[in-house]
């Protein structure tokens, strides 16, 4: 079995900025999305997660590599090295490029900013050098400039490349004597045309290739990844100004430079540059004749009136409530400080730059009378779906809680996990079984580093479930994830006539996968995030679900398996929703039983697997199943030529690391 690399990892820990992470996530997004997940992760899940399979690129942004040395020396820079050696690709940048050379220089001889050193994972086999230019302060734009770097076609073979270009730069180095490295695999792929503060021995390489075993390492102390439009041109600093307007005239070359970069790293780079996303409204209605008066009547306590206009503020999100009739007046989304928007729906354009989307105000349009015509909300037919959601619950009369009778949806939202989840004082007013869904998603969240992409075309959806207390000893709520994994591959199977036998799997505990037809290879179409709060005497669980439906990237997706005819989202969904909303009404009455426990091995990938117990020393253990008490993994010990000993491990999902398909089990500590 194989994974596609399919993630793009950005470390956000100890030493970087948080700008520095911004605009290196806003970037690489913006040229690699639909094809990679880029997201990121701190040292506790490089030094401890099963990440590197489904890793396509691992990247460093600014800050200070002193914080990078003191949490990934020894075992994390290990297994950084081990995963380019053995075919990974490492981008860094300023710091990220100090840290991945042999030898970091900065301001030898200066006292209140020296750093001087050897490193670790040493993918430029000589010295970076800083600072490349004077004036350098820490948090500070001060020494910030628009350098002028001239690219190298020699290096750089595959995209559009300028010859000469400006990038901002701020605190680089330059890679000391870097020609001399050629026969080590070292290519200059652009160097600085002007005057150096320091040494740069042979040459004055800004940006270097670096090949590392059978894995490659671009190393760049100036900055292609920050643009223009994300930098303060109102700055008090003297000239910074200028210098942002430089940027900005040089915007497509240094876009560009970084798509050679990407490509030369062997990833695959959008040929349209995707645009940041604007926010649109929220739509939610319901079948039920009285369903969104009921949920609003409910919500009216923790409604404020601001202008003769009603609000919901809560934890995360601040939602403004809009009328049907408001949709032709252009009302904009304001974000909390009273800033201008970010871009709205309307066609009023703000500059494509880094937004905060939790700041911004949500617009959310409440239907009490029948749902959003298809020209309010062309990706998304409420009333297909809400004829599916009938004819499917027609069928069954055993549910109780009909999930799916009321929806949220957006056409562009932050996460549906978020919004339900993150807002405890609306999660605790809604309805078992509400759902929010969307078409995109610009900040979904998964689990770990395995974090989903969320492109048009995946089904997007969270549903709230209500699972009281007093059932916990015989259905306890860790079985959620267990429900909606069969919720998803049992609804597939059964969307209409001819589907049962279509490839989908679960891989323990909660991801779902298919047979890519291209590569023949398993690859991950779909995961389950739940997220639960005690809430006095019940559970209240979000329930958040991504599967690949009529996309082809970032891996595969339903209708790439050639079903009888083309899936739909709206009835997939409907479909869905109403095999969790029975196998739930049945499981709180008799529990994760037998019938469940034969459901869900005759869909999973793990019977009799044989994996090794990395945490327990090593021991080589037979995958068994799983209990129906709690929903533990079932580990049988094998001893000598794979003869049981008799033992049986029993593995938390929550408290251990599963790379199913390198045959590891990692204890997380």
């Known amino acids: 079995m194989a994974t596609k690399r399919m993630n793009v990892l950005v470390y956000s820990g100890n030493g970087c900025t948080l700008e520095a992470v911004r605009h290196c996530v806003y970037s690489l997004r913006r040229l690699l999305s639909p094809n990679y997940a880029v997201i990121s992760v701190d040292g506790n899940a490089i030094i401890k997660e099963p990440w590197t399979a489904s890793c396509a690129l691992l990247v460093f942004p600014g800050g200070a590599d002193l914080g990078y040395c003191r949490t990934l020396n020894g075992e994390g820079n290990r297994r950084i090295s081990q995963y380019v050696e053995r075919g990974g690709s490492y981008m860094g940048f300023c710091a990220g490029a100090y840290y991945g050379s042999k030898r970091c220089e900065f301001e030898e001889g200066n006292q209140k900013l020296e750093v001087v050193g050897d490193r670790e994972l040493a993918f430029y086999p000589g010295t970076c050098r800083g600072l490349a230019f004077p004036g350098f302060v820490y948090h500070s734009?001060?020494?910030?400039?628009?350098?002028?770097?001239?690219?190298?076609?020699?290096?750089?073979?595959?995209?559009?490349?300028?010859?000469?270009?400006?990038?901002?730069?701020?605190?680089?180095?330059?890679?000391?004597?870097?020609?001399?490295?050629?026969?080590?695999?070292?290519?200059?792929?652009?160097?600085?045309?002007?005057?150096?503060?320091?040494?740069?021995?042979?040459?004055?390489?800004?940006?270097?290739?670096?090949?590392?075993?059978?894995?490659?390492?671009?190393?760049?102390?100036?900055?292609?990844?920050?643009?223009?439009?994300?930098?303060?041109?109102?700055?008090?600093?003297?000239?910074?100004?200028?210098?942002?307007?430089?940027?900005?005239?040089?915007?497509?070359?240094?876009?560009?430079?970084?798509?050679?970069?990407?490509?030369?790293?062997?990833?695959?780079?959008?040929?349209?540059?995707?645009?940041?996303?604007?926010?649109?409204?929220?739509?939610?209605?319901?079948?039920?004749?009285?369903?969104?008066?009921?949920?609003?009547?409910?919500?009216?306590?923790?409604?404020?009136?601001?202008?003769?206009?009603?609000?919901?503020?809560?934890?995360?999100?601040?939602?403004?409530?809009?009328?049907?009739?408001?949709?032709?007046?252009?009302?904009?989304?304001?974000?909390?400080?009273?800033?201008?928007?970010?871009?709205?729906?309307?066609?009023?354009?703000?500059?494509?730059?880094?937004?905060?989307?939790?700041?911004?105000?949500?617009?959310?349009?409440?239907?009490?009378?029948?749902?959003?015509?298809?020209?309010?909300?062309?990706?998304?037919?409420?009333?297909?779906?809400?004829?599916?959601?009938?004819?499917?619950?027609?069928?069954?009369?055993?549910?109780?809680?009909?999930?799916?009778?009321?929806?949220?949806?957006?056409?562009?939202?932050?996460?549906?996990?978020?919004?339900?989840?993150?807002?405890?004082?609306?999660?605790?007013?809604?309805?078992?079984?509400?759902?929010?869904?969307?078409?995109?998603?610009?900040?979904?969240?998964?689990?770990?580093?395995?974090?989903?992409?969320?492109?048009?075309?995946?089904?997007?959806?969270?549903?709230?479930?209500?699972?009281?207390?007093?059932?916990?000893?015989?259905?306890?709520?860790?079985?959620?994830?267990?429900?909606?994994?069969?919720?998803?591959?049992?609804?597939?199977?059964?969307?209409?006539?001819?589907?049962?036998?279509?490839?989908?799997?679960l891989k323990w505990p909660n991801d779902i996968y298919a047979i890519d037809p291209l590569s023949n290879n398993l690859v991950k179409i779909g995961g389950i995030l739940v997220n639960s709060h005690y809430d006095s005497s019940e559970f209240l669980s979000v329930i958040g679900i991504g599967l690949n439906t009529t996309n082809a990237a970032p891996t595969t997706s339903l209708n790439a398996l050639k079903p009888p005819s083309p899936f739909t989202l709206e009835k997939l969904l409907a479909r869905i929703l109403t095999t969790f909303s029975g196998l739930y009404s049945k499981f709180v009455q008799t529990g994760f039983d037998k019938s469940f426990e034969q459901m869900y091995y005759k869909h999973w990938l793990h019977t009799d697997q044989i994996v090794t117990l990395e945490a327990e020393g090593g021991v080589r253990a037979r995958i068994k199943g799983i209990t129906r008490d709690w929903g533990l993994l079932l580990a049988e010990e094998l001893g000598w030529e794979d003869r049981a000993t008799g033992k049986i491990w029993t593995l938390q999902s929550d408290s251990n690391s599963f790379d199913f398909f390198k045959g590891l089990v990692k204890r997380k500590v």
């Not at 020494?143 to 995209?159: H, I, P, W």
């Not at 996990?417 to 078992?432: D, Q, S, V």
Request: aromatic residues 8%; negative net charge; charged residues 25%.
């Open 141 to 505: 734009e001060e020494g910030a400039r628009a350098v002028e770097l001239k690219a190298s076609k020699t290096g750089l073979t595959k995209g559009s490349l300028p010859d000469v270009f400006r990038s901002y730069y701020n605190g680089g180095g330059v890679f000391v004597d870097a020609p001399k490295f050629l026969e080590k695999g070292v290519e200059v792929l652009a160097s600085y045309t002007q005057e150096l503060k320091v040494d740069p021995g042979e040459g004055t390489a800004a940006v270097v290739y670096c090949k590392v075993g059978d894995g490659a390492a671009v190393l760049t102390s100036p900055h292609p990844e920050f643009a223009a439009v994300n930098l303060d041109r109102d700055s008090d600093i003297g000239g910074y100004a200028k210098i942002v307007e430089e940027l900005a005239e040089h915007d497509k070359q240094r876009t560009d430079f970084l798509k050679a970069c990407l490509l030369k790293l062997g990833l695959k780079v959008s040929q349209e540059t995707t645009s940041v996303p604007s926010l649109s409204r929220l739509h939610l209605s319901s079948v039920l004749p009285n369903g969104t008066s009921d949920i609003m009547a409910g919500l009216q306590e923790i409604v404020s009136i601001v202008d003769d206009e009603e609000y919901i503020k809560d934890e995360n999100d601040t939602f403004h409530l809009e009328k049907p009739s408001a949709w032709s007046l252009g009302s904009l989304a304001k974000a909390l400080t009273g800033e201008k928007s970010e871009k709205t729906d309307d066609g009023d354009d703000d500059e494509d730059r880094i937004i905060d989307y939790n700041t911004v105000v949500k617009r959310l349009v409440v239907h009490e009378k029948e749902p959003p015509p298809s020209k309010e909300t062309p990706y998304f037919n409420h009333d297909a779906f809400y004829a599916n959601l009938k004819h499917y619950e027609s069928k069954t009369q055993e549910a109780k809680d009909r999930f799916g009778n009321s929806i949220l949806y957006g056409e562009v939202v932050t996460s549906t996990n978020t919004m339900l989840e993150k807002n405890t004082e609306i999660l605790r007013r809604l309805p078992a079984g509400f759902t929010a869904t969307a078409t995109v998603q610009v900040a979904g969240r998964g689990r770990g580093s395995n974090v989903w992409v969320s492109p048009a075309g995946s089904l997007m959806f969270s549903t709230v479930v209500r699972h009281p207390v007093s059932l916990t000893s015989h259905a306890p709520v860790v079985f959620l994830q267990y429900l909606a994994a069969l919720a998803i591959v049992e609804g597939i199977k059964a969307y209409d006539v001819g589907y049962k036998d279509m490839q989908v799997k």
